[in-house]
């Protein structure tokens, strides 16, 4: 457990020392002084990552210590570099290990020591020499608008970028809510025409991992699953795995009792917040999410939004930004009315008005004398 | 001769409304209230419980599901009925406007009542305009139908229930479908001030026995629907 720090500098020889990728993963640990108990501590909270059962501890652990570090490149695009930041501040060390040690990272602009000509060459490389193998991180949304003009590095477009590295990896994982739906870079009015690796790329084989950030474990342990099984996980109607996106929070959330017994934050800092009461009433979006928020948490799993007594505000679902706000609303605001109002507002408008026109058309049909049906002796 | 005279005095009894309309109808009331009472306290809960082992919005909710499964089966039997029923149940009297005479009927029917006319006109099944409103209504009950067990089935992700409604996702995102959902029930309001009133107004107007038809199945009509 000697290295905390510097692993942009391994990373940046990485590329030049390729005999190392020949370790295998649980003999580079072991050569970088990880010990065998934390190694299996690892795989035991991977597996339970993944939902698996804790039979399978052992069989990641033997699939690890056999197996060969794949090439891993991390492009950035429009982005806050908030995902590399959770990735990096992952409170468990091995956790960040595996992940950017482990992983034969050889191209991750914000890490990596190389830099200009040098990092080009060395991404250049890596997805030359290990086309259909390599495994692409992507970070952030690209950009499609006046043929992608609006982000490039190295002199190539976003774009043209992700074409070329996602199209020519075994796998592309989206982190991030940018990278995987666009994210606030593409909420209206959109500038930049950004969109998600998926779209800009339909054809590559991505694996959404939503969230702003993404939790750093269920990225380490997407990549496991792929190192373990030889394939992605299996995925939602978005693009997510389910082992971390298939199910609500609502349904997970340490606060559902009180939810399900009608105990509710009414106010900010009132006495039901103080208890921990539920959150509905303060506009959470629990019940819209799917995230495994609640049992994952963040931060050596010691906290989540919700946890520390705010609302979620739906971070990890397509709708992100434009129609899961307002934040602190229930519901979303109601457009096309001159101002903004609520449905409720306009619901009763209109429920007021249609009895209003009835009791006016009342008044007059009582005065009206009409004819009955076919009767010529009577009125009505 | 004699016969014709009695006609123009006397008003026959004709089976109207048979059993299953009348029960859907029941039920679909019974379901409305339930349900946007329900429905309001669980869009407003207020914090009614006194510990976090009291289960007050668990049984709303149950009840929310457990009368909305009611409400779809209420839902789906009267849109069989559409196709078996008698000519005051079926499909056709709900599209007055693709017919002459239907056309004709609704024109009547809407001078009335924007007072152009003081002639009222005998409806023997349902009102024309009425009818028309029907239509829409059914398309509120059946898109309230879905969003809700869309957001119901959200409770266990790839389960039959929400992989069928699969297409709701992808039309809706899921605060749409809440919104949707959350919504409409504003427009049934306004609906039902407007049908209880016209049906108290037909009632007064039509002496057809408008109102009690509902509960009876009879009205008293002065001509055959043909003649």
């Given at each position: 457990m000697s290295k905390q720090n510097g692993s942009a500098t391994r990373n940046g020889k990485k590329h030049v020392s390729d005999e190392s990728r020949e370790y295998s993963v649980g003999e580079d640990l072991r050569q970088r002084g990880v010990s065998r108990r934390d190694f299996l501590k690892f795989c035991s909270a991977v597996t339970a990552a993944l939902s698996l059962p804790v039979s399978f501890a052992p069989k990641v652990a033997e699939a690890l210590d056999e197996i060969k570090r794949p090439p891993l490149v991390w492009l950035e695009f429009q982005d806050c570099a908030g995902n590399t930041e959770a990735l990096l501040r992952a409170a468990n060390p091995t956790a960040a290990e595996i992940v950017l040690d482990i992983l034969s990272v050889d191209y991750h602009e914000t890490i990596m020591a190389a830099a200009g000509h040098q990092a080009e060459a060395a991404l250049d490389k890596s997805i030359t020499d290990y086309k259909g193998k390599y495994i692409c991180v992507v970070e952030g949304s690209i950009p499609m608008k006046d043929g992608g003009v609006y982000g490039c590095v190295g002199g190539k477009s976003f774009l043209d970028l992700a074409r070329k590295v996602c199209g020519g990896a075994a796998a592309t994982i989206a982190v991030g809510t940018c990278a995987a739906y666009g994210g606030i870079p593409a909420a209206v009015p959109n500038p930049t025409g950004a969109v998600s690796v998926k779209e800009a790329v339909p054809g590559a084989t991505v694996i959404n991992l939503p969230g702003c950030p993404v939790n750093a474990d269920n990225l380490t342990a997407t990549i496991v699953h792929y190192l373990v099984f030889g394939k992605i996980p299996a995925l939602d109607a978005f693009g997510r795995p389910l082992f971390a996106y298939g199910k609500r929070i609502h349904d997970n959330c340490e606060r559902r009792p009180h939810f399900d017994a009608g105990q509710y934050v009414e106010q900010w800092g009132d006495d039901g917040h103080r208890k921990g009461f539920c959150l509905y009433k303060m506009g959470c979006k629990g019940p819209l999410t799917f995230h495994n928020c609640p049992s994952q948490r963040y931060n050596e799993k010691t906290g989540w939004p919700v946890g520390s007594g705010h609302g979620c505000v739906g971070c990890s679902e397509p709708a992100f930004w434009d129609s899961m706000g307002p934040m602190y609303k229930r519901l979303p605001e109601v457009h096309g009315f001159g101002i903004e109002a609520m449905a409720d507002k306009i619901g009763i408008g209109l429920a007021v008005g249609t009895a209003a026109a009835f009791a006016v058309h009342g008044a007059i049909m009582a005065i009206n004398k009409d004819r009955e049906p076919g009767d010529t002796t009577r009125e009505g | 001769m004699t016969r014709t005279q009695v006609h123009e005095h006397c008003k026959l009894k004709r089976y109207i409304w048979e059993l299953p309309v009348r029960w859907c109808h029941w039920i679909n009331v019974f379901s409305i209230v339930t349900l946007t009472a329900t429905g309001a306290f669980i869009a407003h809960p207020f914090s009614v419980a006194h510990s976090a082992s009291d289960f007050a919005m668990g049984w709303v909710r149950f009840l929310h599901f457990a009368i909305g499964y009611l409400f779809t089966v209420s839902v789906v039997s009267r849109m069989i009925w559409l196709l078996i029923g008698n000519r005051y149940a079926g499909?056709?009297?709900?599209?007055?406007?693709?017919?002459a005479r239907g056309r004709a009927k609704l024109r009547d029917m809407f001078r009335y009542y924007l007072f152009m006319s003081h002639q009222v006109p005998e409806t023997i099944g349902h009102n024309p305009l009425a009818a028309t409103a029907y239509f829409l209504v059914f398309c509120i009950y059946i898109v309230m139908i879905l969003t809700g067990f869309a957001m119901y089935a959200q409770h266990a992700p790839g389960g039959l229930m929400h992989r069928s409604l699969g297409f709701m996702y992808a039309l809706f995102n899921t605060p749409t479908l809440h919104l949707l959902h959350h919504s409409l029930p504003w427009l049934l309001l306004g609906f039902v001030i407007n049908h209880v009133y016209s049906a108290w107004l037909m009632d007064i107007k039509e002496h057809g026995a408008e109102i009690s038809s509902i509960f009876s199945g009879y009205k008293f009509t002065l001509k055959k629907e043909d003649e």
């Amino acid at each position: 457990m000697s290295k905390q720090n510097g692993s942009a500098t391994r990373n940046g020889k990485k590329h030049v020392s390729d005999e190392s990728r020949e370790y295998s993963v649980g003999e580079d640990l072991r050569q970088r002084g990880v010990s065998r108990r934390d190694f299996l501590k690892f795989c035991s909270a991977v597996t339970a990552a993944l939902s698996l059962p804790v039979s399978f501890a052992p069989k990641v652990a033997e699939a690890l210590d056999e197996i060969k570090r794949p090439p891993l490149v991390w492009l950035e695009f429009q982005d806050c570099a908030g995902n590399t930041e959770a990735l990096l501040r992952a409170a468990n060390p091995t956790a960040a290990e595996i992940v950017l040690d482990i992983l034969s990272v050889d191209y991750h602009e914000t890490i990596m020591a190389a830099a200009g000509h040098q990092a080009e060459a060395a991404l250049d490389k890596s997805i030359t020499d290990y086309k259909g193998k390599y495994i692409c991180v992507v970070e952030g949304s690209i950009p499609m608008k006046d043929g992608g003009v609006y982000g490039c590095v190295g002199g190539k477009s976003f774009l043209d970028l992700a074409r070329k590295v996602c199209g020519g990896a075994a796998a592309t994982i989206a982190v991030g809510t940018c990278a995987a739906y666009g994210g606030i870079p593409a909420a209206v009015p959109n500038p930049t025409g950004a969109v998600s690796v998926k779209e800009a790329v339909p054809g590559a084989t991505v694996i959404n991992l939503p969230g702003c950030p993404v939790n750093a474990d269920n990225l380490t342990a997407t990549i496991v699953h792929y190192l373990v099984f030889g394939k992605i996980p299996a995925l939602d109607a978005f693009g997510r795995p389910l082992f971390a996106y298939g199910k609500r929070i609502h349904d997970n959330c340490e606060r559902r009792p009180h939810f399900d017994a009608g105990q509710y934050v009414e106010q900010w800092g009132d006495d039901g917040h103080r208890k921990g009461f539920c959150l509905y009433k303060m506009g959470c979006k629990g019940p819209l999410t799917f995230h495994n928020c609640p049992s994952q948490r963040y931060n050596e799993k010691t906290g989540w939004p919700v946890g520390s007594g705010h609302g979620c505000v739906g971070c990890s679902e397509p709708a992100f930004w434009d129609s899961m706000g307002p934040m602190y609303k229930r519901l979303p605001e109601v457009h096309g009315f001159g101002i903004e109002a609520m449905a409720d507002k306009i619901g009763i408008g209109l429920a007021v008005g249609t009895a209003a026109a009835f009791a006016v058309h009342g008044a007059i049909m009582a005065i009206n004398k009409d004819r009955e049906p076919g009767d010529t002796t009577r009125e009505g | 001769m004699t016969r014709t005279q009695v006609h123009e005095h006397c008003k026959l009894k004709r089976y109207i409304w048979e059993l299953p309309v009348r029960w859907c109808h029941w039920i679909n009331v019974f379901s409305i209230v339930t349900l946007t009472a329900t429905g309001a306290f669980i869009a407003h809960p207020f914090s009614v419980a006194h510990s976090a082992s009291d289960f007050a919005m668990g049984w709303v909710r149950f009840l929310h599901f457990a009368i909305g499964y009611l409400f779809t089966v209420s839902v789906v039997s009267r849109m069989i009925w559409l196709l078996i029923g008698n000519r005051y149940a079926g499909w056709r009297e709900y599209f007055p406007m693709l017919t002459a005479r239907g056309r004709a009927k609704l024109r009547d029917m809407f001078r009335y009542y924007l007072f152009m006319s003081h002639q009222v006109p005998e409806t023997i099944g349902h009102n024309p305009l009425a009818a028309t409103a029907y239509f829409l209504v059914f398309c509120i009950y059946i898109v309230m139908i879905l969003t809700g067990f869309a957001m119901y089935a959200q409770h266990a992700p790839g389960g039959l229930m929400h992989r069928s409604l699969g297409f709701m996702y992808a039309l809706f995102n899921t605060p749409t479908l809440h919104l949707l959902h959350h919504s409409l029930p504003w427009l049934l309001l306004g609906f039902v001030i407007n049908h209880v009133y016209s049906a108290w107004l037909m009632d007064i107007k039509e002496h057809g026995a408008e109102i009690s038809s509902i509960f009876s199945g009879y009205k008293f009509t002065l001509k055959k629907e043909d003649e």
